[in-house]
């Protein structure tokens, strides 16, 4: 017989069955012990799963099964493993359309990835190299041939079949049944709100393990599109966005800053913990004689600095579906951004970044957003990854010509890897001063320190430019970090003696900054709780600009009725008065006059307008506005 199916022989069926159990229980406690069996929707979804696999195995003619198990078990341990070197840089697992989305910038940044991984990544081969010699090992095995009906046969090969659909069908029915709730509120605390909406990937890994997220991601990826309302998410968005106030806000510092020039720097992986006086004292001088935003932070999203820049530019929040705003959705109308609000008043408006133009599509989507924009080779330079130093003294000089000029730049130095191999070797003087400042301090966060030492020069050229050609009145300058650093301060705890010697609690320390600076005039610190899409809100403020208010989603930080805003890929909400983590589903009250429950009922109001919102752009909102 050489057909492409056989039904197997009772003493081979036993051996199969047995070590298949032996495999599951060694790849379950000793390779995989981190993501298989963590809950009980794991432990019936993962064990229907393995025995829709042994079930395939049973029935598919030797040799046939040894290459079928082979590609099944190297996909799954391979999709493991991405996960756990996503995991480590972003601090939440990716989703498929997001590897592909990113694949041109994945090659560009190889030594990068290389850093998140680990020796102990070999185990994921383990598994399919284990199964396959195990199913080789029994088709080798010739075993006796007992007489029995062919319907025996079948029936045997069925078995796993059943157990797989039993487990399988239990998996879905206790989502659904989790569903059954009296409010609104209690539903959002359920396992089907956390299946269906997915407020974060690592709620849903927490609840229903990694395997489950390969399945619901293959869902949202093919299936959910089909099923999508986007009139009625489109109708929710106009209801949040109609409520906004149209008025202008009128801080104390409401067109402070009105005519003057503003440089705007995205500052690459910047976080409070790298402005020191001895290592970074232009960076120190702007954050000791700036306004300093104590509560400000930028998270690490799917987009990471791409996402950064949208929410700074446009006060809209990036897509949630996986794909890379700025690669997907490169062409949605914007209907407020940055650039063309100042341009709008007569501003020349350019954005720089030393590295190439094509990375995250920036070449495309800022000229769309109003701005000039200028990569290594526009600013003439012979190649691109110029260093920041370099680059800013060629900026400056563009700068200090203008007038009226808004200017945005991305930085590019202090980006992973953090490995001495990558130092760039004009940097390894700095790296000697840091080893002598902070001795103690990992390698890595050494090489962090180093590279953002670069930056610091570049601004001190420019601030010195300034100064001597009279114009340094004139210049605000806004400095940001996009996202904290991937692949440094892993282990937060590490670090507590060296921000209490920096006068920081151990967040503020590693959380990103948010500086205004001008001219050591505008000292101080704000306290209210923000975000990315916070900062064109709050320089329209200073700025004295009018924008449309119910097209954007931020506030400025000088707003006294703005109650503060915060959210990250891992579920946590903040505001001035609460702060709530989602995967720990812990609320902790910073406004004693608030009751828990209406800390809740806040918890819950921002979490699905966060939700909703996240449509604008992947629904393309306002185009349906146009005319």
């Known amino acids: 017989m050489h057909d492409a199916f056989y039904f197997i022989w009772v003493d081979d069926f036993i051996l199969q069955f047995a070590t298949l159990l032996i495999l599951i229980t060694i790849a379950s406690f000793f390779i995989y012990q981190d993501f298989l069996f963590n809950t009980t929707y794991g432990q019936k979804l993962e064990i229907g799963f393995l025995f829709s696999l042994f079930f395939l195995v049973v029935i598919l003619r030797r040799n046939w099964d040894v290459i079928f198990s082979a590609i099944i078990l190297s996909i799954f341990s391979l999709f493991i493993f991405i996960q756990t070197v996503y995991f480590r840089a972003f601090g939440q697992f990716g989703k498929i359309v997001t590897a592909f989305s990113m694949r041109n910038e994945a090659v560009q940044t190889t030594s990068s990835a290389q850093e998140f991984l680990k020796w102990m990544d070999l185990k994921f081969i383990l598994l399919p190299l284990c199964f396959v010699i195990a199913i080789v090992y029994v088709n080798k095995i010739h075993t006796k041939e007992y007489k029995v009906f062919k319907s025996v046969k079948g029936y045997l090969t069925l078995i796993p079949l059943l157990i797989s659909m ?49 399945i619901r991601d293959f869902e949202i990826t093919l299936i959910d599109p089909f099923f999508s309302n ?44 790298a402005i020191d006086p001895v290592l970074t004292p232009n960076l120190y001088r702007l954050y000791s004689n700036g306004m300093k935003m104590r509560n400000y932070n930028s998270p690490l999203l799917y987009g990471s600095t791409s996402d950064a820049e949208l929410m700074v530019n446009t006060s809209l929040y990036p897509t949630n579906d996986g794909y890379v705003t700025f690669h997907k959705y490169y062409d949605a109308v914007f209907p407020v951004t940055l650039a063309n609000t100042f341009n709008a008043v007569g501003y020349r408006s350019i954005a720089s970044h030393n590295n190439y133009g094509e990375f995250y599509n920036r070449n495309i989507v800022l000229p769309n957003m109003g701005y000039i924009f200028y990569d290594c080779i526009d600013m003439g330079f012979e190649t691109q990854m110029i260093g920041d130093a370099e680059f800013l003294e060629t900026l400056t000089w563009i700068m200090v010509e203008k007038e009226k000029l808004l200017s945005f730049w991305i930085s590019f130095d202090a980006h992973q890897p953090y490995s001495i191999e990558d130092l760039k070797e004009e940097m390894l003087p700095y790296l000697d001063e840091v080893q002598k400042a902070y001795p103690d301090l990992p390698l890595n966060e050494q090489v962090y320190l180093a590279k953002n030492m670069d930056l610091d020069r570049g601004i001190g050229y420019l601030l010195e430019v300034y100064t001597y050609s009279n114009r340094i009145d004139d210049l605000v300058i806004m400095i940001y970090g996009d996202h904290q650093p991937k692949g440094a301060f892993l282990n937060p705890e590490e670090y507590t003696t060296y921000c209490d010697a920096k006068a920081m609690d151990l967040e503020t320390c590693l959380n990103t900054p948010f500086i205004i600076w001008n001219n050591d005039a505008f000292v101080g610190e704000n306290n209210t709780v923000s975000n990315p899409t916070d900062i064109p809100i709050t320089i329209y403020d200073l700025f004295g600009l009018d924008y449309d208010h119910q097209k954007v989603l931020g506030h400025s930080v000088f707003d006294p009725n703005y109650q503060g805003f915060y959210f990250d890929a891992n579920g946590t909400v903040k505001t001035n008065d609460f702060t709530y983590n989602s995967l720990t589903d812990v609320i902790e009250l910073n406004n004693t006059s608030l009751v828990m429950d209406e800390a809740n009922l806040k918890a819950l109001e921002y979490q699905n307008e966060v939700t909703i919102l996240r449509k604008i752009i992947e629904n393309d909102y306002f185009s349906t506005l146009i005319p």
């Open 166 to 214: 039993i487990f399988i069908s239990t998996y879905y029915y206790d989502i659904q049944k989790s569903r059954s709730t009296e409010s609104e509120f209690t539903y959002y605390k359920t396992d089907h709100y956390i299946y269906t909406v997915i407020p974060t990937t690592n709620a849903f890994v927490d609840k229903f393990g990694l395997l489950a997220w390969t």
């Open 230 to 273: 986007n009139k009625q998410e489109n109708k929710e968005i106009e209801t949040i966005l109609s409520s906004r106030s149209k008025e202008n806000v009128i801080s104390e510092y409401s067109s402070i800053f009105k005519d003057k020039q503003l440089f705007l720097i995205e500052a690459e992986s910047l976080n409070n913990f």
